[in-house]
């Protein structure tokens, strides 16, 4: 791949409706519990599951912030959220690229990212989350 064309549709949030894991890092924590006036202890005990190597949200159906209208966090969302498509699984593999374009109707639009700034965007992934790759 040269480059990739991605750019979030306003109202769409069908990325938030798939299954998985939405993982945190310490900052996202502490991020989220300032956006909704928490204290970082009482976010953690009413939505974060905690293993001993990665933290994660605590789902039921679906994510607990997503609402009709889209994501109640939009501003302090978690890292993997707020960085989406550009996941270095994603970027750095075509066949995986197309298999989430047939749900994330934003690839495809907007201008062209060249691929070592799509592969940098990723990087950051690598660095928030070092236990998942
Ligand atoms: S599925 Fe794609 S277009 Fe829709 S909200 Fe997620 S990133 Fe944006």
Redesign the pocket.
């Known amino acids: 791949m040269d480059g990739l064309r991605?750019?979030?549709?306003p109202?769409?949030?069908?990325?938030?409706t798939q299954k998985g894991f939405v993982y945190l890092t310490e900052d996202d924590i502490q991020r989220a519990a300032a956006f909704l006036n928490l204290a970082p202890a009482e976010f953690e005990r009413r939505f974060v599951y905690r293993t001993r190597r990665l933290r994660r949200l605590r789902m039921k159906r679906q994510c607990p912030f997503l609402l009709a209208d889209?994501c109640s966090i939009h501003p302090a969302k978690p890292t993997q959220c707020r960085l989406?498509?550009f996941w270095p699984e994603l970027v750095e593999d075509r066949k995986n690229w197309r298999r989430v374009s047939r749900?994330?109707?934003?690839?495809g639009?907007g201008r062209l990212i060249q691929i070592g700034t799509a592969v940098d965007r990723a990087s950051e992934m690598k660095t928030a989350y070092p236990e998942l790759y």
């Open positions: 991605f750019h979030c549709l109202g769409c949030t069908r990325c938030c889209g989406f498509p749900y994330c109707p934003g690839i639009t």
